[in-house]
């Protein structure tokens, strides 16, 4: 089969990178341009790297960033693109792609709450991807854009699922120990987050929320019908580079004992796992049962095979009290909750021949 | 009126330190001894100095560190102990002292869940102090034991007794943000916490509810009544010096708007207040209407006057969505929730005439 | 003795804001204006308040910022000039202020190397100030601009200059440790020094040596000659709030044992001493004998009386082997390395009767 | 070829999990055994498991750790035992072990100075393994012990070896800046060192002086010759995880332009490249040009092939001014400047016919 031409916007940021990693030698796509502002054009890739924790793959240790320029994307007969774009750029240059009839995968909120755009997480609501039949009847030449949900509701909602679905439980009430890799580059100053945790994320609490809802949600008569799941974030940012960690309340909740839940959740696999998609971890959802885990210096990059590391969330701690239920989350926000899950958004969508 | 002759237990320790600071020039306590180990005796308090942030006392700078005896400290007068035991020893060694006709104030759990003993927070619940009565039938020589809180409940407590009396609230979720100081010396292994989150700190979660009852409890013919109040919590420690942060929630709760809260809090004042108690804070709950503090960093010393740095909780980000409501509260998990505490304590038995 | 009107440049900033803790309640300096760009003017100093460590005085509450206006801070009458400005703006905003009339003591490096300002350290070049006769004759109306010196060339001028006076020595090696609050704000982006260390400070090297020389060296005949002294440095950012730490070689030095060192650098004193100046440490260079110090979290605010906190350079573990000598240096680079380093020099030259 | 049955003294430490993850799969070694203190006998190697960078081998998850018995390991025909012991309890078992039989590569510091034990780094002094000859003749069985050098000595020796021999340097004086993992664990206290700098790690200093001369000198007439090498050494401890950072300063050199010494340490090979052992870096001291490099977050991990990354060491900003030579290196702490330094010592020795 043949693969499809790439590029990747934001190519001079940390979600830019991650996915310029994930998709080094993908079965799907070939990325061939790297995109990023016209302060970077020219410039190489490997002397923008920020990536920490992984390398520059050997094959870009040449690859130079081009401006952003749709058109010329087009010209190249580039099909699928990845936007790692900051989101205050994204919602017009995104739209620009799509209409040029491109497939555009995008990190950015800028689309997020569109009515006929999904937020996808395969795992949760692949069906949402027919929402896309739709949004192309008004792309001039059958692109469309589909989302990748916040970092800190994706690990959220992908652990809640098969809670959701097995206990009805509703009622979710969460803190977050956030990473600094979630601010983007620059991002936080080190003089404010030193030996310090910052109480506050703009925004985050209320996408959590809404995009949660979204997510849960249906999609039925070509449209949305959110979920009656309720989010109640508070969320702060802690000195980590990767790894967004969450405590998880749920009062009141009819469920099974600590094990029971553990079981609930180990077990849950979907359409990403029957399809074997490249970037689909093997079990999404893997249970902790050690008294200290998930970390995030440990644990976030949970997931196999080798495509899925960091794709699968981890939970730990689970503790039943009478109906109260507690446990603490992990996932990787830059991976699964970032460049991950549109990747994983473009496979499965490649798989149902929308690419 | 004359100083009682006070010794500190524990003086190598961080707690201990606290006292040494906290009672330096204090109006009502004259410490004429510095106990610790054995393996500290004879040496200089000034080289075992541990706290960063302030230093020590200028008049301690030759001050030498005794063996731990209550015997001896009985001969030379002492009538008021302070105790920063480590807990695994506190439970014999104030023992020993209250025995001996000492009043013990103490920063150790040993006695806290005893039915006689009070873990006071003079704000909430000075009429426990009677228990002493009982405690001291039991004792030989009119000596007793009152015990401070555990360092995140006490920040709790504070914060929430408001809360419970004025709108019935019981069901509190909250998720902490725990600094490093309060796992004493060497507690956390730097390499475990540099850049993670370690979600478990041991008992503290079970102390927290347990300890949380009993505060807000009534003390009635003789005995300790519990309250309603029911804490859920998750405890996870950050790479914080100091100031235990905590996110609190409560669902289905009957609130006014959210500056109504902030309103009950901040008028909030007790016993200590009306006292004029030396190390009681003017205000012990701070309201703060920025969008993102408190911070441990930046307020965690918070309470005035200056003998009372560090005693007054804050609270900030409050949120009331319908009948939901969050907010952050931060308290030094070492003065306020530790030998603050007990100093606190022990200024009120002053005053009520138990020392 | 009156004090004289000042105003703070900068004060939105970390230096702005130290030289506004350090001169509340000075006695020769009455602060009438809190200066910032157009950014800030109208906004309160507390909700800008970037200092950790201590908090906004309690008489700044209601202190708003001005714009930055040359011309109404001489119509206001004020004299002296405290500037914490980005360099980058500091040239023309300090002549401006110079021009007319007023006395400017610079943290900023725009004015430095010109032959007739003087860096100053009043311990080591108090005599420098002569300069600023020089300077007027070409300034309107008598103003002048005397500069602080760059925060790591500072600790360790002040901590070499009795080894360069007793002993001779010229060559000096230091690789340093420095602070994130010398990068000012936003400074260091956290994900870049979470966990690491980074080998490259701008220019600051290049400052350290040739500012060195100038300080170190001598005013004769109008002009200033450069000390031999040649300063090899290798500078390094790493994860600490405040306090610059250097590790400083000498080779072949002829020097007597680590005792004798170290006595010849506590018997240290200059004219600040001498003159009693408010904010001069009793004793400019503490040696500490312990092992493990100075350590950046433990002893940046060396220094006494109280106004002097901070103004202290702290040395340890002074090893003399054969002719090598090594040592550890510690500086406040915000205070003795900042802002509290104009404040030394305005208060030497309002004792000299230049202001 | 038969691999080697070999044992690893020390699994549950830091420096005995490297050798784990680093001899999995290895092609002269294959590892029967993981032995560490009864403690943690029978208790599995994954539930012990330290390092946060990589992951159990897959195939170790249900390895099972031993007592330390050289009896034991001897009987079950164990040929080459690697000890990541604590120094402490290191020369009585490695001794028992050697005299068993078994070759020993050891990172311990017990046996490194003994006249005919070398420490060996293979770029650098692969000829010293002679020294085991006359080692053999008091070993009853013909068994020996080889160390790795102390971990700063080891980076600096490596990157300083092409200097001393291209340009005769003797005289080096060197800052460094040390990752947590050194101190093995639970090494040091997370309150000590957060947010801070300890400007001193006991006997370190010593150490790379004498270590030094020893590894650089020459094995002649069956004893080993210092070297005429000079290393004036300040050994502090930063918050890092992995890497140890140093700032080297050389006086006096008669050296080329900077890019001629970087072009003399790129060309660097020696006997491990020749025979191209499988843990030795293709090319052992990388040097880079930027600006601010190397830092430790993101090149301690340096060297090629997989199986030799964490084997070379980053040297970066070179600076050549007049005669003085200035430069930053970075070692691998536990991989290159422990576990990794035996592993090739080992593959060496095999190689040689000694295992």
Known sequence: ??????????????????????????????VVAYCASDRSEGRRLRDLWKLADVELP?????????????????????????????????????????????????????????????????????????????????????????????????????????????????????????????????????IDVLGNVIPHIQSEEEKMNAEGKKILGRYEEDRFVDSPVNILASCARVGVRDGHLEAVFVRRADVPDAEGVASTLERFSSRPQELSLPSAPVQPIIVRREQNRPQPALDCNAGSPERAKGMAVTIGRIRVDGEDLRFFLLVHNTIRGGAGGSVLNAELAHREGLT
């Open 1 to 30: 089969m043949t693969r499809r031409k790439a590029a990747i916007l934001g190519s001079s940021g940390m979600i830019g990178q991650r996915f310029a990693h994930m998709l080094e030698g993908h079965p799907y796509f070939d």
């Open 58 to 190: 050997a094959g870009l240790s040449d690859a130079e960033i081009d401006a952003t320029n749709p058109e010329a994307l087009a010209r190249e007969g580039v099909e699928v693109v990845f936007s790692g774009l900051p989101s205050e750029v994204a919602g017009k240059v995104e739209d620009e792609c799509a209409d040029g009839g491109m497939a555009v995968f995008s990190n950015a909120s800028a689309h997020r709450m569109e009515p006929d755009t999904p937020i996808m997480i395969p795992e949760i609501n692949h069906g949402h991807l027919r929402a896309v039949e739709r949004q192309r009847e008004r792309r001039a030449k059958g692109g469309f854009v589909v989302t990748n949900a916040n970092c800190s509701i994706t690990g959220l909602a992908l652990g809640i699922k098969p809670l959701v679905d097995s206990y009805g439980l509703t009622d979710f009430s969460v803190a977050t120990y956030q990473a600094l890799s979630g601010a983007g580059y620059p991002g936080v100053p080190s």
